[in-house]
């Protein structure tokens, strides 16, 4: 007998075989929902939490997902990632280039905002094809993310009656 709370592999399992018996693209999914089409995917993989007004777009969108599916995306997610995930080819040069261009991308940041950095919660993030000036095909990602200034630690306290024994 299956439990009631499926365990987050399970889940993400059922959930990828709603989206692909839909035949339904990340992106297809994500214009009828409004969403990005990264979001759609963290929201299928467990990575994102599903917000009570997005719930019926998403239903409308995948008519198979069960009250169950809906009940458990709606709980705040355990957001992790398989360290393996790594030695994927396409995983592996998306951190080679973050990598690569991580020096030179936090200096105009510093630059072009002060010190601080870009937030991976307030975040957006998609995926997007397009055509290169020589024809050929092109992967665009676009990280928008909210600055968050570093902020200097200031006490709020004084304490001037502190004994030590």
């Known amino acids: 007998m299956e439990s009631e709370t499926p365990t987050k592999a399970s889940l993400v399992s059922s959930l990828m075989a ?8 990340y992106s297809e999914i994500a214009t009828e929902t ?11 993989r467990r990575q994102a939490q599903l917000k009570p007004d997005t719930a019926p777009k998403l239903r409308a969108a995948l008519p198979d997902l069960t009250e169950v599916h809906v009940h458990q995306m709606m709980e705040p997610p355990l957001r992790s990632y398989d360290p393996a995930i790594i030695q994927d080819p396409t995983v592996y040069r998306l951190n080679e280039a973050v ?10 940041i510093n ?10 919660i307030d975040f957006f993030c998609a995926v997007d094809k397009v055509k290169g000036v020589d024809g050929k095909d092109r992967v665009v990602l676009t990280f928008d993310g909210k600055y968050l200034p570093h902020t200097e630690h200031v006490s709020r306290f ?3 009656t502190a004994r030590f024994i």
């Open 18 to 25: 709603v989206k692909r018996n839909s035949g339904k693209t």
């Open 34 to 44: 409004g969403l990005t089409n990264v979001y759609v995917a963290q929201l299928l």
């Open 99 to 108: 990598m690569h261009f991580g020096e030179s991308i936090k200096e105009i």
């Open 111 to 120: 630059e072009e905002f002060g010190d601080g950095i870009m937030s991976a």
């Open 158 to 160: 004084t304490c001037t």
